[in-house]
């Protein structure tokens, strides 16, 4: 890959860090979308009525080597110590 290219999957998959160059990922939260459909489920299932509600989770970029350029403006931008 050059460093022209960036290339970005999505879902953190386990082979992303094992490819090369390891592969930059967008990472769910998975466990908190499952809680969160589960309260729902078990409120419906109950005959509470659920408002209509919006439940906002941050998904988190987990930058690998794929993204080269951005790497090296993130390093450049990091203290030395």
């Not at 090369?20 to 078990?42: D, I």
């Amino acid at each position: 890959m050059t460093a022209d290219i960036s290339l970005v999957g999505f879902d953190d998959i386990a082979i992303a860090h094992q490819v090369y160059p390891p592969l930059t990922t967008g990472k769910r939260p998975t466990s908190q979308m499952v809680r969160a459909a589960v309260n729902t489920m078990v409120a419906m299932i109950a005959s509470i009525d659920p408002a209509l509600q919006v439940i906002t989770l941050s998904a988190v970029l987990v930058v690998r080597q794929s993204t080269r350029a951005q790497c090296d403006a993130i390093q450049k931008a990091e203290p030395e110590n």
